[in-house]
């Protein structure tokens, strides 16, 4: 079946402006997860989705940094007014439950110049 | 909070060599255990993983893994290495304390399989 879905593949923006990563988790997975891999700082959790509302969205690092989930399916990450250290691999996951393995997308790689 | 420690940065091996990839976790409660593998240019995908009974798993493409609560480990395993073995593989483990089945990554492991 089709597995998680993540859009842009690729992103490069400016310093300063906003973007947009897409996620389509695989269908009927409640739980949905976004992570970030960077150089140096390997994979690291951003924020957690149990149907569209958000109980743990303790690793997002700034303000700038929001998401929502609609319709419990599709998630949107958003980062305003970008910095060079948002540059990294954005992933997202979904799982059946939360405990139950997760299954990742291909990642969005995001450049900010 | 939880952590996860990967022994191993690097490890480079010649097609037929056995490996073994060290993985330690700090959280002493339940865990849900898993290792990953990223391919050159491809997505995480799972390789295997624990979460009761057996402490001795098998995973896909002949690996497997082994749950030593003792120790605090899930070090992998696999006889006999292909060059298509190359990529990064990570160690993950459930944080229990969020409640929310959030995962916790060591820093990953590269492997390279010369052939």
């Known amino acids: 079946g089709a597995g998680v879905s993540q859009s842009p593949s690729n992103k490069v923006t400016e310093k300063g402006k906003d973007v947009e990563l897409r996620c389509d988790p695989i269908s009927g997975h409640t739980a949905l997860y976004w992570y970030r891999q960077s150089l140096g700082q390997g994979l690291e959790f951003l924020i957690y989705f149990q149907g569209n509302s958000a109980p743990d969205k303790s690793g997002l690092p700034s303000d700038r940094f929001s998401a929502e989930r609609t319709g419990g399916s599709v998630s949107t990450l958003t980062i305003q007014r970008t910095q060079q250290e948002d540059s990294a691999v954005y992933l997202c996951?979904?799982?059946?439950?939360?405990?139950?393995?997760?299954?990742f997308g291909p990642g969005t790689r995001l450049l900010v110049l | 909070a939880q952590s996860v420690s990967q022994h191993n940065h690097h490890v480079i091996l010649s097609e037929a060599a056995s490996l073994e990839l060290g993985c330690n976790y700090s959280y002493g409660g339940t865990v849900n255990l898993f290792w990953y593998v990223q391919y050159p240019g491809q997505h995480l995908q799972l390789l295997l993983k624990y979460f009761s009974g057996d402490p001795l798993v098998k995973g896909i493409k002949g690996f497997e893994a082994e749950f030593i609560k003792s120790k605090f480990s899930f070090n992998l395993r696999k006889p006999s290495v292909q060059w298509s073995d190359t990529a990064e593989y990570f160690c993950a483990v459930n944080d229990d304390s969020s409640n929310t089945g959030k995962l916790i990554f060591g820093q990953g492991t590269t492997l390279q399989v010369k052939p």
């Open positions: 996951a979904s799982s059946p439950r939360r405990w139950e393995t997760q299954y």
